[in-house]
Structures are given as structure tokens and as C-alpha cells.
Nanobody, 118 residues
Framework: QVQLVESGGGTVQPGGSLELSCAPS????????MGWYRQDPGKPRDVVATITKSGGTNYADSVKGRFTISIDNDKNTVFLHMNSLKPDDTAVYFC????????????WGQGTQVTVSS
């Protein structure tokens, strides 16, 4: 069974930076979109940033100008570089992959904790 393995989470002070990465532990055919979502307990999972294989990106308004998503197509690895972190960025961050084609197929990582506190 394919797993998405996230790394790079941790605890930083406000204004600090982190870089998350995510790569599949097995082969995933036809990757179309990769991205990052985040979730606090009792709240819905919200999109942070997505990127297509061709390089198109979308960001949540709350992270625009601070976070940068990128992709290594050869390795199917997605990165999220986070600058100027705020306490509100504290959440579990989940990697996700959407495959090309139909029916729609999504894969999710197990999540990595990001905590921003002084």
C-alpha cells in the first residue's frame, strides 16, 4: 500500500521558518496535483497550498506571501517552505496527492505537527 511520508515538522518561535517535504513510499502513477492541508482538533481540514505537475500553484489567503510550495517531478516530492510563521499556523499538516484521470483518487499522509510558539 502506498504511503505519503511527511517530514520537517517541529516547533519554532514566531517569525521562524520550516520546510516540509512529502514523498511517496511506493510508486504512484499519474500524479496530477500535490499539496498541503492543515487541521486543528475539532476543525475542518483546510487547504494550505497546492501545485500541479506543470507548476501551477494555489495558496490559502492566510499564507500568501509567506509560504512557497514546490515540486520535484522526477521524485514526486512536494515541499512547503514556510516563512514568518505565526501562532495561527500551528496545526497538523497533511500531504496529499491527487491522481490524474477518473475516477478521482486521493492519497493522504499521516500528518506532521507544526507548532509556532514562543
Amino acid at each position: 500500500q502506498v504511503q505519503l511520508v511527511e517530514s520537517g515538522g517541529g516547533t519554532v518561535q514566531p517569525g521562524g521558518s520550516l520546510e516540509l517535504s512529502c514523498a511517496p513510499s511506493g510508486y504512484i502513477p499519474g500524479v496530477w496535483v500535490m499539496g498541503w492541508y492543515r487541521q486543528d482538533p475539532g476543525k475542518p481540514r483546510d487547504v494550505v497550498a497546492t501545485i500541479t505537475k506543470s507548476g501551477g500553484t494555489n495558496y490559502a489567503d492566510s499564507v500568501k506571501g509567506r509560504f512557497t510550495i514546490s515540486i520535484d517531478n522526477d521524485k514526486n516530492t512536494v515541499f512547503l517552505h514556510m516563512n514568518s510563521l505565526k501562532p495561527d499556523d500551528t496545526a497538523v499538516y497533511f500531504c496529499y496527492v491527487q491522481l490524474a484521470g477518473t475516477p478521482r483518487t486521493d492519497y493522504w499522509g499521516q500528518g506532521t505537527q507544526v507548532t509556532v510558539s514562543s
